[in-house]
């Protein structure tokens, strides 16, 4: 059965700790990663879109990877305000390209 | 702020009433997602309109049911409801059918509190 597994559930680090984000999947044909952040209360906003193994993407502290079983999410020198879920998606064939959400982390920085 | 659109805000019922959530994609986008999101489910697919008509389900109750209008907005209506619907609800949009590569832009999302 396809699944989106995302660890760790939750992540807690200080301020300029890095750290990674994991997401990883069971699909086949896949068509397309995404990560999104959440903020508590609020509809999910968009981050990266990841299309096949060895793509980067990077965007301020963030930094997205992909290879053929996971992706990862680099948060280098994290400040508080980069405190949200963290969602991984993916769209594959093998569940009619529909987007595929893992349960997300929760990631916590302190200043 | 996405540009996707959705009314109320919050909204609170009581079992066994229906309920109507309107959601506006994004200029020019054709298709519409919905989306639900528990505490204990995560979020999940419901259904996906493109320009009008259906074009793929997810885990949608037959009590729930959802169309896109001429005007691309579209509506998804909850009927007879239960405790157990209570979650927030999401629309989202892209410009195209689907398909996969395309990325889905969220509306900030209705929350029903079913009592």
């Known amino acids: ?111 | 702020d996405s540009g996707v659109t959705q009314t109320p805000k919050h909204l609170i019922t009581a079992t066994g009433q229906r309920v109507t959530l309107r959601c506006s994609p994004r200029s020019g986008d054709l298709s519409v997602y919905w989306y639900q999101q528990s505490l204990d489910q995560g979020l999940q697919f419901l259904i996906q309109y493109y320009n009008g008509e259906e074009r793929a389900k997810g885990n949608i109750l037959e009590r729930f049911s959802a169309q896109q209008f001429p005007d691309l907005h579209s509506e998804l209506n909850l009927s007879s409801l239960e405790l157990g619907d209570s979650a927030l609800y999401f629309c989202a949009s892209s410009p195209y059918s689907g398909g996969g590569q395309e990325t889905q832009y969220f509306g900030p999302g209705t929350r029903l509190l079913v009592l």
């Open chain 1, 1 to 111: 059965e396809d699944q989106v597994t995302q660890s760790p559930e939750a992540l807690r680090l200080q301020e300029g700790e890095s750290s990674s984000l994991n997401c990883s999947y069971t699909v086949s044909g896949l068509r397309g990663l995404f990560w999104y952040r959440q903020d508590p209360g609020k509809g999910p906003e968009f981050l990266f879109t990841l299309y096949s193994a060895g793509e980067e993407k990077e965007k301020e502290r963030l930094k997205a990877t992909l290879t053929k079983k996971e992706s990862f999410l680099h948060i280098t020198a994290p400040k508080p305000e980069d405190s949200a879920t963290y969602l991984c998606a993916v769209q594959a064939l093998s569940h009619n390209n529909d987007m595929r959400f893992g349960a997300g982390t929760r990631l916590t920085v302190k200043p």
